[in-house]
């Protein structure tokens, strides 16, 4: 990128125009709080909220907070004046669209007290968040508090000064008793909404049941369905956005043409206007979020973690692999769509040609080994409750098993050309310890990780005919390798029950 080029900020907005939103925005106040400051918020939420703001007015300006602490990207944005760039691409080309929604940018760990004054002003009636499954503090077998987290108990010792996400929900809204924000979560988690509040009213009940009681009775937790792939932002990325705008920006954000967003209408406070820029308001949001939990992140997992044995480092090049896309078309419609229950306006073919068509999409280079990250988190909304639900059918899963098995293999932390990798994991330190333990064996690899109940239901784990064909594809992965296995599986539609 060529440092000649002046920096994106302010003062390039007026030779900038056509890669705006829209025409001039103003200077919004503060309205939401979004914790979990990332690509995909950048990509997906801002571009929204701006859009909003421009066909329907509305102080919703965003304050963007980072809850790790890693500074980068608030002195990133802080040198563009809070603006950056977001790079569309598709198979019709490139263009850059100009974001100026986000207003201020906090560090919390660095930042605490401002970050609490700012979700506790009373202009801001929103706080959103993606701060992944890992960031909620969740135990996913009560989907209620994790109590042992080290950040809860940090929290409940010290609810003045908290760390986690649930602390500072509750250590703002105590001080909100009478005009609540709504606490929307913005992460692919299955009931995202409702997880997020079981979450919050206990640790809030922990620290005082009658606050408990208060933010149970008085705070809204819609639940929402977010789809746009995002990739990371890379130098290549980085060149192609200064070609097109004649801009340096330090953190441009990718993503496809391709948008989606469901929202439970459900709002203390009032919202932008999402629903007259694309969004859908609906009342029940679970049969959209499932559909795109198990049909798009499904398969995304499972081309990620064969595609990283594989050999396949993009989404679109795994995809673009015959037997691959075979494979994937047969898991979604013998073996996903099925367990759908959706809108009679609903297409599932459609739905999945569509997806298929996405993950083609050669600009985007969207790296398996990213999406293959937290797989501890991801396996059972994306695929584990899919399978007992086949299994309940005494229908096929044969396929989603070799996607589980693949993770399993993944573990191993060598691919099938022998590359090695590390594993990005909340409990990556448990899953190399019991795949290195297993020796490669495959009877012990699967014993030992169905073992972990945090993962795997015991009732799933224990049931002969889901461990018969978890065998099955592990034999098939030692044997054949990934591709060899991609090849087989995606002729075969497997045992049922």
């Known amino acids: ?23 001039a925005l103003g200077e919004p106040a503060i309205g939401i709080v979004h914790l979990g400051l990332g690509n995909f ?19 919703w300006g965003i304050c963007g907070v980072t809850v790790l602490d890693e500074p980068a990207m608030q002195q990133a944005l802080a040198e563009q004046d809070n603006l950056y760039s977001v790079l569309t691409s598709d198979r019709d080309g490139q263009q850059v669209q100009v974001v100026r929604a986000i207003r201020k940018v906090l560090v919390a760990p660095r930042q605490q007290a401002e970050v609490l004054a700012q979700m506790r002003d009373p202009r801001v009636r929103i706080v959103s968040l993606t701060v992944t499954e890992k960031g909620y503090c969740y135990d996913a077998k009560t989907n209620g508090l994790d ?13 003045d000064t908290p760390k986690s996400v649930p602390g500072y929900l509750v250590a703002a809204l105590r001080t909100r008793r009478d005009n609540p924000f709504t606490v929307l979560s913005c992460d692919n988690l299955a009931h995202n909404g409702k997880i997020l509040r079981n979450v919050v009213v206990q640790y809030a009940h922990a620290i005082d049941p009658e606050l408990g009681k208060w933010v149970a009775e008085s705070v809204r937790f819609p639940c929402t369905m977010v789809d746009r792939i995002v990739p990371a932002t890379t130098d290549e990325i980085r060149d192609i956005v200064a070609r097109i705008t004649g801009c340096r920006d330090a953190w441009p954000v990718p993503g496809e043409s391709f948008r989606q967003w469901v929202i439970e209408d459900n709002f203390a406070a009032g919202r932008p206007a999402w629903e007259k820029v694309g969004a859908m308001l ?7 979020e499932l559909a795109k939990l198990r049909m798009l992140n499904g398969t995304h997992s499972t081309m990620a973690y064969l595609g990283v044995l594989g050999g396949f480092e993009t989404v679109d090049q795994a995809i673009a692999d015959p037997d691959m896309y075979k494979l994937i078309h047969a898991m979604m419609t013998e073996e996903i769509a099925p367990t759908l229950t959706v809108p009679d306006s609903f297409d599932r073919a459609a739905y999945r040609d569509q997806l298929l068509m996405r993950y083609a999409n050669p600009n985007l280079k969207h790296k398996t080994m990213q999406i293959a990250s937290d797989g501890s988190l991801k396996l059972p909304p994306r695929l584990l409750g899919t399978i007992a639900e086949r299994i309940a ?7 989603l098993t070799l996607a589980v098995a693949a993770w399993m293999r993944f573990l191993l932390g060598r691919s099938d050309a022998g590359l090695s990798y590390a ?22 690899l699967a014993n030992f990780l169905l073992g972990l109940e945090d993962i795997f239901p015991p009732a799933l784990a224990s049931h002969a005919g889901f461990r018969a064909e978890l065998m099955l594809a592990l034999t098939s992965l030692d044997r054949q390798g990934a591709r060899g ?8 539609a497997g045992l049922a029950g």
């Open 393 to 399: 059918a005494g229908a096929s899963y044969r396929r």
């Open 485 to 492: 296995s991609i090849a087989h599986y995606a002729g075969t």
């Open 147 to 159: 109590f042992k987290h080290p950040a809860v108990q940090h929290d409940l010792l010290n609810p």
């Open 1 to 23: 990128m060529s440092t000649s080029l002046p920096r994106l900020g302010a003062a390039q907005l007026p030779a900038l125009q056509s890669h705006l939103l829209g025409g």
């Open 282 to 288: 609906v009342d029940d949001v679970i049969p959209y």
């Open 423 to 444: 594993i990005n994991d909340p409990m990556a330190a448990k899953l190399t310890e019991l795949a290195n333990l297993s020796g490669g064996d495959n009877m012990c």
């Open 41 to 59: 918020h950048r990509a997906h939420q801002a571009v929204y909220t701006e859009q909003a703001m421009l066909a329907a007015g509305g102080d």
